[in-house]
């Protein structure tokens, strides 16, 4: 009697041992959906004013705060009517409203990824830069005074 309660206590301490370890080798599926979802969440959303403005902190920040300070920062989106340079018919743009030295910056976000083309000082041949929304959150949108500068700078934009 003794031997088949000491067999039944191994047989069942070695069930419990195989459920306990298979239980430990399986993926959490809750875990990682918790993951992604948080990752999303880091993400933040922007609006086409502040890409423009954080692209317009990346590609030249004196002129941006300059004409920011004047009141002249125009922000517009491409018509078809517009003249503008080959390849940026379907981009935003900030401009001077006084146009003084030619800068002019295109933008675009696809895909977290903002496509900057600029001129710049009567240079008129554009010139590309792309950077990730991620690249530009972490240089310009970071702490709280960062958001509350791109924040008031958007509200201070003129539009066409």
Known sequence: MKRKVIITIIILISCLWVVVTINFNRPFPQQVQDETQSSQQLR????DQQIGVLAGLAISPE????NIAANQLVYGIVKPADTVPAGVDDYSYLVAADDQDGTVIF???E???VIIKYTSQHNTKLKTKNLTLTQLSKEFYQTGPQK???DDYVERLRTE
């Open 107 to 109: 933008f675009k976000e």
């Open 148 to 150: 509350k500068q791109v």
């Open 44 to 47: 933040p959303k922007f609006t």
């Open 63 to 66: 002129w941006l705060k300059q």
């Open 111 to 113: 895909d977290q990824t």
